[in-house]
């Protein structure tokens, strides 16, 4: 079996196709030459930017360091917002080549001698909220173009997920209805007869807990997480948290809910792993002020996770799989950015964010001064307020990895995508692998969410511990070759601790030393663990000697990768002292015309959420620069 670090830094500077990159530098400058002003200095070198508005009086400038689905969205947002008489420019910077466009959201292709070509998901594996990517190309063509036009379709996976307990127990969630009062599939009905097995009525008591969570999405989408007024909603969010003595009120702990609604830990586990997306725990911590939901406890709230993926009949809901995987999302987006004008340059480092610009590094070392009337930072913040818009005299050339931990974070992740000889059936698109043999066991299986918990979470993986599994070729069969299988398995872990000494350690030095926090003995114990947990699935005892090629990532290759801060790919978790008004907000402090757009800032983790983000800030963007405009008019009419 082969197997070999995602993303290496060797394997970058070898896996990259030259004509391409070639071919997107040369098309970034061909088009910055065709936009420019007559009098316009778009480049310099060695020099800081000229003051914002100085050198575009007649055409705004807005630069976009990164390349993530959050970067490509605002981009493509902000550059089809204007017309001919209130011209704009959008450049978007990416590190990565042009392969790497969508950051974590993506896919990639393996070619295995004698088997031939897997594809397995750089980061996302399932698409939610489907309206918030119709809504952007909608948005971005005035409505004549749709997602399906750019090559994105999405497909409902049915049902959402297949749940496997330690005991080699399964069970079906998430079965789409047209309708309330629709009679339930045979598929359903098994999945529904198998809840009353765990407890006398568990099956009614589901429905009565999707109800309430669905209350809870209908009321907190629009109202704090898209920030727009919604009043016909509070009605039913108010009667599911108040009746039945507030049984179901949603600032409690999760588990203080799950408590009263449910007996079995089954199907409380069923009603709660979506928690882990945000990086917190289901379960009351005594320890913490509020039973934690402060900080890495789940408040109830958080029951609107399973209201988007599981209940029947909310127009919102639903697990979907993009056809070609993730990568037909992020080309999709790409696509929109170029068609609205946006010029994308790759393999191209910003090293400093400020008001009037940003300095770039090229691939080949050339130093670059890019002013700018307005940045949009899509890099992580955390790691972005300590390295590129850290306010400092230092080189402004400098490429540094650090991040500032004063945070909270979600969960580290080890990832295998293993490429498999043999087609494994017996797993849907989307497994959990759920420990609930007892309350005692059920929560001990978060400890990597609490850091009592972290130092012993690898002592030979025996403790109990939750994982996911994606199989893409159960809903798309071009995923692998006929017969065989593409599995991607996300094993939470531990972040990468902090180290203050790296900081000031060369880019490339820093990640290597971050990257030996999760040494191959570590992965080891996790790969070994992993397998024998999922070999108590009929069908899967024979997994891991079918597996003929191997990809991991771990905190450390996040970290490479995608400037991650902490190595973790879920970004900030989401207590409540990082929710909503207390999040990081969009608005960069210190500056005037800086930006965030990213899971660790508001509204928060996850693609159609990022999607969201990008909507809210170039509202605010445009609203900046259209006042900008008007302003600079003035001031020609007067002159």
């Known amino acids: 079996m082969r197997r070999r670090l995602r993303g290496t830094p060797m394997e970058r500077r070898t896996s990259s196709v030259l004509s391409d990159t070639i071919f997107c530098l040369v098309a970034a400058g061909i088009s910055t030459l065709l936009t420019l002003p007559p009098n316009a200095c778009c480049l310099q070198t060695g020099a800081d ?134 009679n339930a599939s045979a598929t359903e009905a098994a999945s529904r007869a198998k809840m009353d097995s765990y407890e006398a009525g568990g099956s009614k008591k589901w429905d009565e807990y999707l109800a309430a969570c669905s209350a809870f999405l209908d009321c907190g989408l629009p109202n704090f997480i898209e920030e727009r007024l919604d009043l016909p909603s509070f009605p039913a969010f108010l009667y599911e948290s108040l009746r039945n003595n507030a049984r179901a009120w949603p600032l409690k702990p999760h588990s203080d809910v799950l408590d009263a609604m449910f007996d079995n830990p089954k199907m409380k586990a069923l009603a709660s792993f979506q928690d882990l997306y945000v990086g917190l725990e289901p379960y009351r911590n005594d320890r913490e002020w509020f039973g934690g939901i402060f900080k890495k406890s789940a408040p109830a709230v958080f029951g609107l996770l399973a209201a988007i993926e599981l209940h029947p009949n909310n127009d919102k809901a639903g697990v979907f799989a993009p056809r070609g995987g993730f990568a037909a999302v992020s080309k999709a987006l790409e696509r929109l950015a170029r068609d609205a004008g946006v010029d994308i340059r790759c393999d191209t480092t910003v ?46 050339y400098n490429v540094a990895y650090d991040w500032d931990d004063s945070y909270d974070f979600a969960s580290g992740v080890v990832a295998f995508h293993w490429s498999t000889s043999k087609r494994y059936d017996n797993l849907n698109t989307h497994n959990v692998f759920l420990s609930a043999r007892n309350r005692s066991e059920a929560e001990q299986s978060w400890d990597v969410l609490r850091e009592e918990g972290r130092s012993s979470n690898y002592d030979g993986m025996e403790a109990p511990f939750n994982f996911y599994v994606h199989r893409p070729v159960k809903t798309d069969p071009s995923a ?132 969201l983000g990008a909507k809210q800030v170039a509202s605010q963007v445009t609203k900046s620069l259209k006042n900008q405009h008007d302003f600079v008019a003035e001031d020609e009419r007067q002159e």
């Open 49 to 182: 930017p000229p003051r914002s508005g100085s050198s575009f009086r007649s055409q705004r400038h807005v630069v976009v360091v990164g390349g993530g689905v959050g970067g490509l969205a605002v981009a493509a947002r902000l550059a089809s917002s204007f017309t001919a008489e209130e011209p704009i420019r959008v450049t978007l910077l990416e590190k990565n080549p042009p392969d790497r466009l969508g950051g974590r959201c993506g896919s990639q292709s393996i070619h295995v001698e004698s088997h031939g070509t897997f594809r397995h998901e750089r980061g996302p594996s399932l698409l939610l909220l489907k309206s918030v990517y119709q809504d952007l190309f909608a948005d971005c063509t005035g409505g004549e173009s749709s997602a399906a036009d750019y090559g994105l379709t999405m497909d409902q996976c049915i049902p959402a997920y297949q749940c496997v307990f330690d005991d080699g127990d399964t069970i079906e969630l998430g079965f789409p209805r047209s309708a309330a009062g629709v």
């Open 480 to 611: 692998a070759p006929a017969n065989c299988d593409s599995i991607m398995v996300l094993v939470p872990t531990e972040t990468l601790q902090r180290k203050a000494e790296h900081a000031s350690l060369a880019r490339e030095e820093a990640v290597l030393r971050y990257q030996e926090q999760f040494d191959n003995d570590r992965i080891d114990i996790i790969r070994k663990a992993t397998l024998k947990r999922m070999a108590v699935m009929p069908g899967l005892e024979d997994l891991e000697s079918h597996i003929v090629d191997e990809i991991l990532d771990h905190p450390g290759t996040w970290a490479d990768d995608y400037n991650v801060a902490a190595g973790t790919p879920f970004a900030l978790s989401h207590g409540f002292n990082q929710l909503s008004l207390t999040r990081p907000t969009i608005k960069a402090k210190g500056f005037k015309n800086v930006w965030y757009i990213g899971a660790s800032t508001k509204p928060g983790n996850g693609v159609p959420l990022v999607l």
């Open 351 to 396: 090293t400093r964010v400020t008001d009037t610009g940003v300095h770039v590094l090229s691939s080949n070392g050339d130093k670059e001064v890019l002013p700018a009337d307005t940045v949009i930072v899509n890099a992580d913040l955390p790691y972005a307020t300590e390295t590129i818009t850290k306010q400092d005299t230092g080189d402004a």
